[in-house]
């Protein structure tokens, strides 16, 4: 079972920058298409940003485009995200997605919060 570790997580400030990485446990990461959801107090998750299992293509949110980039590094297993120029309504639960490209499988990390104020 592939499990997903996310770190990076915390407080900062209006403007500020962060970046998650989010490590998974499988030696065939390249199988799996990666995404960040997030989740604010209240309301639904929502997709935020998504690579291609060869980190070949991107899609993101409107509400984050220009400011949030996600990539990936297949011999680290890892995906990440970085956030650049953030807002208060950049708030929630951030959680990893993997989606297995050949059998469809959906894996979830475990969130991570994100809290920009002052």
């Known amino acids: 079972q592939v499990q997903l570790v996310e770190s990076g997580g915390g407080l900062v400030q209006p403007g500020g920058s962060l970046r998650l990485s989010c490590t998974a446990s499988t030696v065939i990461f390249s199988n799996y298409a990666m995404s960040w959801y997030r989740q604010a107090p209240g309301k639904e998750r929502y997709l935020v940003a998504a690579?291609?299992?060869?980190?070949?293509?991107?899609t993101y949110t409107d509400s984050v485009k220009g400011r949030f980039t996600i990539s990936r590094d297949n011999r680290k297993n890892t995906v990440y995200l970085q956030m650049n120029s953030l807002k208060p309504e950049d708030t929630a639960v951030y959680y990893c997605?993997?989606?297995?490209?050949?059998?469809?499988?959906?894996?979830w990390g475990q969130g991570t919060q994100i809290t920009v104020s002052s």
């Open positions: 690579i291609g299992s060869s980190g070949g293509s991107t």
């Open positions: 997605n993997a989606r297995a490209v050949y059998s469809g499988v959906v894996i």
